[in-house]
Nanobody
Framework: QVQLAESGGGLVQAGGSLRLSCAAS????????MGWYRQAPGKQRELVAT??????INYADSVKGRFTISRDNSNTVYLQMNSLKPEDTAVYYC????????WGQGTLVTVSS
């Protein structure tokens, strides 16, 4: 089994930056990809960015050029969020794609105008 521990998030003004972290533990050899998703109030959960075990990266069009996903050797995935907009306000969830989908507990990002 894989466990995910998220950190980061909080309140920031529009134009500001935040960094989210997600540390994976457990059966990390089974992880095929990791990523970040978000869910705004009243909306469905949507993909933000993913990074595969081989390093392939994918971004949602809405965050391209503003967000950067990265991964270090300790199985931690980061989401650097710059030029934040009020519409980025959401609960952000870390995801690990294994035989089953594993989700973090979520961290709230609030961007004030």
């Amino acid at each position: 089994q894989v466990q995910l521990a998220e950190s980061g998030g909080g309140l920031v003004q529009a134009g500001g930056s935040l960094r989210l972290s997600c540390a994976a533990s457990g059966s990390i050899f089974s992880i095929r990809a990791m990523g970040w998703y978000r869910q705004a109030p009243g909306k469905q959960r949507e993909l933000v960015a993913t990074i595969s075990a081989g390093g392939r990266i994918n971004y949602a069009d809405s965050v391209k050029g503003r967000f950067t996903i990265s991964r270090d050797n300790s199985n931690t995935v980061y989401l650097q969020m710059n030029s934040l907009k009020p519409e980025d306000t959401a609960v952000y969830y870390c995801n690990a794609n294994t035989v089953v989908e594993v989700w973090g507990q979520g961290t709230l990002v609030t961007v004030s105008s």
